[in-house]
């Protein structure tokens, strides 16, 4: 029977090379789809626990190469070997024990973990593909178009990614890339906590103290429009939470909302700041509010914009993109492509931001290494409700605070709900609608809002900081 066999195969017409590669690159296709999958399905901390050695650009190429060779692997066993599909699976799962052999030798703790199941996968499916397309090399139109279609899109999607790694070149004194004076005119300060982050900051002009706090994708450059105009009267401070823009984090740093919070807590106390007026926006509201429930004596007033301070139902708009952005797909365009972003950056803001300042707003999400942060807040927006809820449970505690409130009416993510309830939790407010201003409104009215600050600012009692002031800006 085994003979038998063996020489009906060998009888096929044997497939020249240009129809090995065409039948490896083909069941390639596939497989590229079935481990980018399993590789951001199978569980970690998404976005800060992917392994960028398993990222698109580096996964694609090698599932290609292995393919092709397999093609021809198993075109060699149809003549020597009496069961060629049973050894070409075993040479790669054997491929597949040995790669992770080295991961587990050379890689960091988690690796191997992240990379079996793909790894596993991807051998078991190209044991399966290979033989039938090097048996089977004619296809019909429709699949060979759809093929080349899937392959295209593979190729396209290798060389964005690699284009988004170009990495902007170091600064001077240390710094993790050079920032373009004409950009951001401020100088870049650093301190090291005792809790083991050292954290980047700006610290320009003297008078009273506004704390600027960023949201994501953003870091402290996201605030120097409004420090170049207010720096003349008030001391501006901007600063990175960890993991964000040029400041670093300790070993074992969680990055959750709370550890941020806490460190800008601890920055406050090394620099003694007291009687400060906190800018927040987005994230920079719960991480800011966070604090101040804590530490009310510390701050003397709050300005919001675009930002919420309680837990987000997952129905909701807010909640949908956390379950979006937060998860495998958001992930997989942020860690690959640093699309998240991108994308996050220029849908935010109503004019075109010139190709600097965007160059400027992505520098620090370039590094593989840096990028996946990214990916992971958006999905603790729904999924640390436990910190959102101790936020709000401290929101009391500042009913006395004069608020400022700059609303952007083209922020769907922050719709007028929340700002009813900012409105409610501070009867001293006064709210500023924004029309023509997205998520990043300091953008679109930098004018108007730096403006807005130096009246809130100003001292004394007025009309305009009344209790349940509101001013629609047209």
């Given at each position: ?13 044997a ?7 065409w ?7 596939s ?5 980018t999958l ?6 970690h ?71 079996l ?83 980047h ?26 420090i ?92 949908i ?29 109503v004019?075109a ?20 942060i ?12 436990e ?10 505690r ?26 409610q ?50």
């Amino acid at each position: 029977m085994t003979l038998v066999q063996t020489t009906d195969v060998s009888r096929k017409p044997a497939p020249g090379a240009l129809a090995l590669t065409w039948a490896g690159w083909a069941a390639s296709v596939s497989v590229v789809a079935l481990v980018t999958l399993a590789l951001h399905v199978t569980p970690h901390v998404r976005g800060i626990g992917f392994f960028p050695v398993l990222r698109f650009a580096v996964v694609t190429p090698a599932c290609v190469l292995v393919a092709v060779a397999s093609a021809f692997l198993y075109r060699a066993l149809m003549g020597r070997s009496p069961r060629p599909r049973a050894t070409l699976a075993a040479a790669l799962g054997g491929l597949a024990l040995l790669m992770l052999a080295g991961l587990a030798a050379v890689g960091p703790s988690g690796l191997v973990a992240a990379a079996l199941p793909a790894l596993l996968g991807g051998a078991a499916a190209l044991a399966l593909l290979i033989p039938r397309f090097v048996e089977r090399p004619r296809r019909s139109r429709v699949g060979t178009v759809a093929l080349i279609a899937f392959g295209a899109l593979e190729v396209l999607g290798v060389a964005l990614a690699l284009s988004s790694e170009r990495v902007a070149p170091r600064g001077p004194e240390g710094l993790a890339f050079d920032i373009p004076r004409e950009l951001f005119d401020a100088d870049s300060r650093f301190l090291t906590l005792p809790s083991g982050a050292r954290v980047h900051y700006v610290d320009e002009g003297e008078g009273e103290t506004l704390l600027f706090l960023h949201g994501n994708p953003a870091w402290s450059f996201q605030w120097r429009d409004l420090i170049r105009e207010l720096r003349g009267s008030y001391r501006c401070i901007a600063i990175d939470y960890p993991g964000f823009g040029l400041s670093e984090a300790p070993a074992g740093y969680g990055f959750t909302p709370r550890e941020q919070s806490l460190v800008v807590e601890e920055f406050m106390e090394r620099l003694q700041l007291r009687d400060v007026t906190l800018v927040m926006q987005d994230w920079g509201g719960p991480i800011g509010l966070g604090l101040a429930g804590r530490r009310p004596e510390w701050v003397r007033q709050v300005v919001l914009g675009s930002t919420w301070a309680w837990p987000t139902s997952r129905s909701e708009p807010r909640g949908i993109f956390s379950v979006i952005a937060g998860g495998p797909l958001g992930e997989f365009v942020q860690v690959n492509f640093n699309g998240f972003a991108s994308f996050g950056i220029k849908n935010g803001v109503v004019r075109a931001l010139p190709s600097d300042v965007l160059d400027a707003y992505l520098r620090p999400f370039r590094p593989l290494e840096r990028r996946g942060i990214a990916a992971f807040y958006p999905g603790l927006i729904t999924g640390d409700s436990e910190y959102f809820a101790e936020v709000e449970a401290g929101l009391p505690r500042l009913a006395d605070k004069k608020a400022l409130l700059l609303w952007a009416l083209q922020d769907q993510g922050f719709p007028r709900s929340d700002l009813e309830r900012f409105q409610q939790t501070f009867p001293k407010h006064r709210t500023v609608e924004l029309p023509g201003a997205n998520h990043f409104f300091f953008e679109d009215t930098s004018a108007q809002v730096a403006s807005e600050l130096r009246a809130f600012m100003s001292p004394g009692p007025s009309a305009r900081h009344g209790s349940g002031g509101t001013s629609a800006s047209h």
